[in-house]
Each structure stands twice: as C-alpha cells, then as structure tokens.
C-alpha cells in the first residue's frame, strides 16, 4: 500500500518562505517522478512542480519559477517544495503526487498553506 503523507503548510506572512514534505511509503519510491499540486476552493488541481527519480529533471509552473526549488531524497523517500517570497496567491491546499510510470497515481491528503498579505 502506497501511502503520501504531506507536511509543513500554515499560514505565514508575504514575503515568507515554507518548507513543504511529502513522506512516502513503497519501496519503489526512487524510481518515482514525484510532483507537488496546489489547489483553491471552486478549481482544478494544478501541477506546482515535479522532479524526476534521479532529481536531475525538474519541472515549475511559471508562477513559481525562481521563487520555489524541489528537491528529494531517495534515502528518505521524501520530496521536498522550498517556497520563498511567498505571495497571497500561493494560498491553497498542496498535494503531493507520485507518478510510477506515465500517470499521476497515488496522491497525497493535502497540506494547507496560507499567505496573508
């Protein structure tokens, strides 16, 4: 059984910065593309970032490029969001996500992060 288990998110001021972590189970974790989602009330689920199994492919959504850094360990199945210069608009429910092939499978229950202007 898969399990994600997310951590980290409160409220913090603009300008602030958090530290999200996604703790998997599965022994296969290190062959995993894991991703970070966010999502507010009334839309969709949108890919935050995402890093391949060996770390050394990353993705990020335009609207937090430069600003927050993905990272993992594979010793420690876990994934890291580093988020810096946080803005109102980063205000949502973050999810993690591990995709073992092509597809987004197992999901996390969501980690609220608020950002208070």
């Known amino acids: 059984q898969v399990q994600l288990v997310e951590s980290g998110g409160r409220l913090v001021q603009a300008g602030g910065s958090l530290r999200l972590s996604c703790a998997a189970s599965?022994?296969?974790?290190?062959?995993?593309?894991m991703g970070w989602f966010r999502q507010t009330p009334g839309n969709e689920r949108d890919i935050v970032s995402s890093?391949?199994?060996?770390?050394?492919?990353?993705y990020y959504a335009n609207s937090v490029k430069g600003r927050f850094t993905i990272s993992r360990d594979n010793a420690k199945n876990t994934v890291f969001l580093q988020m810096n210069s946080l803005k109102p608009e980063d205000t949502a429910v973050y999810y993690c996500?591990?995709?073992?092939?092509?597809?987004?499978?197992?999901w996390g229950q969501g980690t609220q992060v608020t950002v208070s202007s």
């Open positions: 890093i391949s199994w060996s770390g050394g492919s990353t």
């Open positions: 996500a591990a995709a073992p092939s092509t597809n987004w499978v197992y």
């Open positions: 599965g022994r296969t974790f290190d062959r995993w593309t």
